[in-house]
């Protein structure tokens, strides 16, 4: 089955400073997805992005499905940003609608 | 409008009893996933719902685990003869299109703990 690795596994930042989280993945995808779990366990999708670039406020996030990479940015970084980000993938074309899951890079936001 | 509902929060049971959990999706979402997910991990795979039809159960562990969606919209969750390793957080998540274009939303998590 697919691999999905995320780096860095864990990352201390103080408010305000930029990052970028990485997710790599060991065959083709058509589907790609961003969550962020917050400390309370909540997971909220961030980005729906198989390929290409998008933006939302801070965050922006860029798949380049042809060398099996996706990049999140999260600039001008804030408390609220802590949690655990994950990176989801998925290849429906081969008729299987089964999402993995990387294991995450935990975020935690200094004040 | 209401997000992903999941019933109950939190599940206590004995080893060897049945559970259900329950998902209510978002209204009108036709897709419909489950996933559990353990202490430090990502959430794992369980089954997907097309509509009322289970399009991919592959990732169910075993025999034990089953799930229904009779009507479309509410999902249930069944284990039997539980054992103390299914205990987890199970999730449920639902979107709009079934087909690649599928943001899909988190309900919290039903914890089930098998003592």
């Known amino acids: 089955g697919i691999q999905v690795e995320q780096s860095p596994p864990d990352l201390i930042l103080q408010e305000g400073a930029n990052s970028t989280l990485r997710c790599n993945f060991s065959?083709?995808?058509?589907?790609l997805q961003w969550f962020h779990q917050n400390p309370w366990g909540q997971l909220i999708i961030l980005f729906y992005?198989?390929?290409g670039t998008k933006q939302n406020g801070r965050l922006s996030a860029t798949t380049v499905a042809t060398e099996r990479y996706s990049l999140l940015y999260i600039s001008s970084s804030q408390t609220t940003d802590s949690g655990v980000y994950f990176c989801?993938?998925?290849?429906?074309?081969?008729?299987?609608?089964?999402?993995?899951f990387g294991t995450g890079t935990r975020l935690k936001v200094l004040a | 409008g209401a997000g992903v509902s999941q019933t109950p929060s939190n599940k206590v049971t004995e080893k060897g009893k049945y559970v259900e959990l329950r998902c209510d999706p978002i209204?009108?979402?036709?897709?419909l996933y489950w996933y559990r997910q353990s202490l430090g991990q990502g959430p794992e795979f369980l089954i997907y719902?097309?509509?009322?039809?289970?399009?991919?159960d592959s990732g169910l562990p075993n025999d034990r685990f089953f799930a229904v969606r009779p009507e479309g919209s509410v999902s249930t969750l069944k284990i039997q003869r539980t054992e103390r390793g299914d205990s987890a957080v199970y999730l449920c998540?639902?979107?709009?299109?079934?087909?690649?274009?599928?943001?899909?939303?988190f309900g919290p998590g039903t914890r089930l703990t098998v003592l």
């Open positions: 209204s009108g979402h036709t897709a």
């Open positions: 989801a993938v998925a290849r429906t074309t081969s008729g299987t609608y089964k999402y993995i």
């Open positions: 998540a639902s979107s709009l299109r079934d087909l690649d274009y599928n943001e899909q939303f």
């Open positions: 065959d083709s995808v058509n589907n």
């Open positions: 992005i198989p390929s």
């Open positions: 719902f097309q509509g009322t039809g289970a399009a991919d």
